[in-house]
């Protein structure tokens, strides 16, 4: 199963993307042994629009023009599930063994992502009750995807 990611907003070079990238890199030289394999990062602008649900609209519109077809959506929300990283393997697990071929992490707007969305989607997650800036949410989402493939190969990388 191919993962990407989809951010609203760009990463500005600096020791955040060089983090990001870093565990990305790692994912994808790990993944393909056991049968995932890193896509990429879409990144899409902010949306310019005057009102907060007209943004949140468009950034979902780009997000579904970013979708491969038949792909799973998993959105990063903070009214989302709270997994650790073993519940997290084994959802991505899960989502391999189900037969999808893609699957996409959306991080959303400063405004959050559209509720129809949410409706669509096929797992919604967070990351802790605390608000994280989007630059660090990056960093956090691609060290537990390379987590999640160390778990699942029995990688010593994780130890609880």
Not at 2 to 10: D, M, N, P, T
Not at 35 to 40: A, Q, S, T, V, Y
Not at 59 to 79: C, F, I, M, S, Y
Request: proline share 4%.
């Amino acid at each position: 199963m191919r993962i990407s990611l989809f951010a609203v907003g760009r990463l500005k070079a600096g020791p955040e993307k060089d983090l990001a990238s870093r565990y990305l890199d790692r994912f994808a030289k790990a993944g393909p042994a056991i049968g995932l394999e890193f896509g990429r990062v879409i990144e899409v602008p902010e949306s310019r629009a005057g009102s907060a649900d007209t943004r949140k609209r468009e950034e979902a519109a780009a997000l579904e023009k970013a979708l491969p077809e038949g792909a799973l959506l998993v959105l990063l929300d903070e009214r989302g599930r709270s997994l650790d990283s073993e519940a997290f393997a084994a959802r991505i697990s899960q989502f391999r063994d189900g037969g999808k071929r893609d699957m996409i992490i959306a991080i959303g707007g400063a405004d959050g992502l559209d509720p129809a969305l949410r409706e669509r989607c096929d797992a919604v997650l967070n990351l802790g009750a605390m608000t994280w800036p989007h630059q660090l949410v990056r960093v956090l989402i691609a060290e537990q995807l390379y987590r999640a493939v160390t778990i699942l190969s029995g990688h010593p990388y994780h130890r609880a």
